[in-house]
């Protein structure tokens, strides 16, 4: 080997700078492309390949997962990611080859192979299967404007690929034939098609041949991603500066895949679980007059509720933490009396601080030298709602630490929860900050160029930072920017959506996507934010929002009021009908949120996710399940009489009337206003409250669970703590382990409990439903009971202690 390049000369040495300025050459300004790797120098676990004056940097992560970084002139960027959790990883071994023609790093599972004439990387799969490989070597372009470079990646795109995740694009499920660009934007009303949006996640999935990958280009300037729109075989990612820096994420199966996207980058936290109640919101519910009205409307009415947001007009001309006292004399007591009732409060903030001498947040920050500067040291300046504003640097840790510490008073007065908006950061007129502006990016210094895509997220992490910090509760937040990891600290709203029908639908595909890139705590704004929805729009939003992981309904300020109760007593009943059945499965969904915490399990699984072999899967978007065992269709248009439901391999029963489908095919169901398709795996064990007008309005006696035969064995889980609280972190928790099996003479049920939580009620009351043969007798823990019935539906009933270990159920 040739060794050129003085960096790789250093054993011991990994030469890295802030910033890069020591061109050396003076060249034309042209695209330049790895040569063919002449240098090879291994330490641990990363292996540094030179071509005489780059280098890359190939580091095995874990078992599955491998990171690529690029250095053109052989200097790497110091080290530093917003996006990473940090958390431990496995590597079980990992051994090398080399011959002429090629270099292979292999773990147990995935080789990574650069080939040395020509620096192009790939990984196949133990078989030796290649699953992902480059088309040109990595290359870059000199930017003469900003220094540092423009850093490209082009891999192959197979002819029969799909592509999933980049967070929230308003567009298809299947993203393959389409360029996207990550640069968080205020769209307000936003289109199809229309990118980009708010939220900046680098991280996308490829599928071919039934075999899947990830990809995490960790890289926070504004970037940008083609799936065969350009070049039909090729798939590009590039970005305006920064590192070509990105994780392979080894599958083979997608779960896997956002499993260990969720490891590298985090899990939302155990929320609340009043958060996973219904949510109503409004720009802007104000005076205590209106707010109480609400609240009353939903408690006179039977309508359940757990949360009332108060948007900007609560504050005193738009000042951050401050209220206006003529609409909220007493905002302490109000929010005591909504929390009497069961509703909890949550209000807005945004970035943007007015420039008012006689405001203490402005003051300080002011003082303390907070807020953002251009490059010539000009403070940063832009229009918001309060009119002059400047910006606090929230990539500065000092600055998030002191943003925290402001709600203290919110949480004196009983605040329960913090949404952070305008957070891109938005500007009006200006759209954003100029790329000029200077942050601290933790002491690595950036211009926005390379802070925008994360100022939102290290606005919500200052402010999720501080609840936790402030509160012995979980704390809730909910944000309207983010880049990959943002799940860490915040659930998420699809942003100002419109009340169509095919925004309706772009909810439903746009949840799923940002459930498949790591953030599951997501909903739409229900009813759409902008527009005037009908009656109908607005049940089938509900209905669909029963099944995304946060239930909110918001409406702007220029439209007509909406809520559930709006649109006549024909909708109200089907709304109040399908609030309830949100309350009903909540332990249901409390145990997905677990499983999500967990294991890093998406909550929203596209079918593809089920059944990724099958190529018609690629496309299916409407039909979802929302955890592992439910299935449902929302009704994404109007006057529907019916649809053809797309049902995974496996039995499936229809909620509806119980009746049993064997699935790998489409089932027509009909589909009045009061009716969503929703479907249960068969040998689900799907938990069930009563009916609650807010989480917590009563202890509850028994725990319903709801057993759906199955000829085959199933597993099934049930989490339960004590719904807030940071118990279940030492093992204060419960969850119980189903497995059920039958067969044509017997139905066995057995539990194992892990947790040291043990709940207030005493026993389950179990309803089986679809045993084939006439029950004879049932036993729990081996002994007989006297006492089982059969509903009018024919389902066996019967109640036993909350703690049995097995139930057969006998013909
Ligand atoms: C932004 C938000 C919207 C909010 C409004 C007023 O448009 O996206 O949800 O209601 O600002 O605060």
């Known amino acids: ?39 090879i120098k291994v330490l641990g676990n990363q292996f540094f390949l030179g071509d005489g004056r780059s280098t890359v940097c190939i580091t095995v992560v874990s078992d599955e997962i491998i990171r690529v970084r690029m250095a053109p002139q052989g200097i790497f960027l110091v080290d530093f990611s917003y996006g990473l959790s940090n958390e431990e990883f496995r590597i079980s071994r990992i051994d090398t080859h080399e011959d002429d023609l090629e270099y292979r790093i292999s773990t147990n599972t995935v080789n990574c192979t650069i080939t040395k004439s020509n620096f192009h990387i790939a990984f196949s799969d133990r078989d030796d299967v290649r699953i992902n490989e480059d088309e040109y070597p990595m290359h870059w372009e000199e930017n003469t404007d900003f220094g540092g470079y423009y ?3 082009t891999k192959k795109a197979e002819p029969e690929e799909s592509f999933f995740g980049l967070g929230d694009k308003p567009t298809e499920f299947n993203i393959r034939g389409k360029r996207f660009t990550l640069w ?35 890289n926070t300037f504004k970037s940008y991603f083609d799936f065969g729109f350009q ?36 899990r939302h936290p155990m929320p609340p679980m009043w958060a996973l109640g219904y949510h109503q919101c409004r720009w802007s519910y104000f005076p205590e007059k209106k707010v109480k009205e609400i609240a009353f409307n939903f408690r006179s009415k039977k309508i359940p509720c757990d949360a009332i947001y108060l948007d900007i007009d609560y504050m005193d001309g738009y000042r951050c933490f401050t209220w206006n006292k003529r609409y909220f004399p007493d905002p302490k007591r109000m929010i005591r009396e909504l929390k009497a009732d069961g509703f909890q409060t949550v209000v807005i903030i945004d970035p943007g601080i007015k420039v008012d001498e006689n405001y203490f947040v402005y003051k300080e920050a002011k003082e303390k030298n907070y807020f953002c500067r251009r490059c010539d040291d000009y403070f940063m300046e832009g229009h918001v709602w309060p009119g002059r504003c400047q910006f606090p640097d929230f990539t500065n840790p000092e600055v998030r630490d002191w943003w925290g510490d402001l709600f203290k008073e919110c949480v004196e007065m009983g605040v329960a929860g913090i949404w952070n908006d305008m957070n891109e950061p938005a500007v009006f007129g200006l759209g954003t900050f100029p790329s000029d502006v200077r942050h601290n990016y933790d002491g690595k210094r950036g211009s926005h160029r390379k802070a925008h895509n994360i100022y939102g997220m290290q606005m919500v992490r200052a402010t999720y930072e501080g609840l936790k910090k402030l509160q012995n509760k979980r704390p809730f937040t909910i944000t309207r920017s983010g880049y990959s990891g943002v799940q860490r600290y915040s659930s998420v709203w699809t942003g100002d959506n419109v009340a169509s029908w095919e925004h309706l639908r772009l909810a439903g595909t746009m949840c799923q996507r940002l459930s498949i890139s790591g953030i599951s705590f997501c909903g739409s704004d229900i009813g759409g934010f902008t527009g005037e929805p009908d009656g109908e729009l607005f049940t089938r939003w509900i209905q669909l929002g029963v099944f995304a ?44 949120f677990w499983e999500h915490f967990k294991y ?40 529907c009489k019916s649809v053809d439901v797309y049902l995974p391999k496996g039995e499936w029963y229809y909620y509806w009337d119980n009746r049993l489908i064997e699935g790998g095919k489409t089932e027509n169901v009909l589909t009045p206003l009061d009716i969503l398709p929703i479907f249960l795996k068969a040998g689900t064990v799907l938990p069930e409250y009563p009916v609650m007008q807010y989480t917590g309005e009563f202890e509850i006696h028994e725990l319903l669970l709801n057993i759906y035969y199955a000829s085959y064995s199933v597993n099934s889980f049930v989490y339960e703590d004590q719904g807030d609280g940071y118990g279940y972190e030492n093992n204060f928790y419960l ?77």
């Open 231 to 266: 070049e039909k075989n090729q798939v590009s990612f590039w970005a305006d500066g920064g590192e070509l820096n990105y994780y392979y994420i080894h599958g083979p199966h997608m779960m896997d895949v956002v499993k260990r996207y969720s490891h590298l980058t985090g």
């Open 151 to 153: 850093v490209y990646c």
């Open 549 to 592: 992981p946060l239930m909110r309904a918001h409406s702007a300020g220029d439209t007509p009021e909406r809520e559930p109760w709006s649109f006549g007593l024909e909708f109200e009943a089907i709304c109040r009908q399908y609030i309830e059945l949100r309350y009903r499965i909540l332990p249901y969904i409390y145990s997905s």
């Open 600 to 639: 890093g399990f998406p909550i929203l699984r596209p079918v593809v996710m089920h059944e990724q072999g099958n190529k018609e899967n690629h496309f299916r978007q409407d039909e979802f399940t929302f955890g592992d065992k439910i299935l449902v269709y929302p009704i994404y248009e109007p006057e």
């Open 1 to 39: 080997m040739d060794k050129i390049n003085p960096h790789l000369e250093d054993e011991n040495e990994i030469l890295e700078q802030e910033i890069k300025t020591n061109v050396t050459e003076i060249t034309p300004i042209t695209k330049q492309y790895l040569q063919a790797v002449s240098q």
């Open 184 to 218: 968080g934007t205020d769209t307000y009303a936003f289109a199809k098609d229309q990118d980009p949006l708010y939220r900046n996640i680098p991280f996308y999935i490829g599928l071919n041949n039934g075999i899947s990958y990830g990809l995490f280009f960790d």
């Open 735 to 811: 969850e119980r382990k189903f497995l059920v099996s039958g067969n044509e003479h017997s139905f066995e049920i057995s539990q194992n409990l892990e947790g040291a939580y043990s709940p207030r009620y005493e026993n389950c009351r179990f309803k089986v439903i679809g045993v084939p043969f006439k029950v004879g007798k049932v036993l729990i823990d081996g002994w007989e009971i006297s006492q089982f019935d059969l509903n009018e539906a024919g389902n066996l009933i019967f109640v036993c202690d909350k703690n049995f270990r097995s139930i057969e159920i006998l013909s």
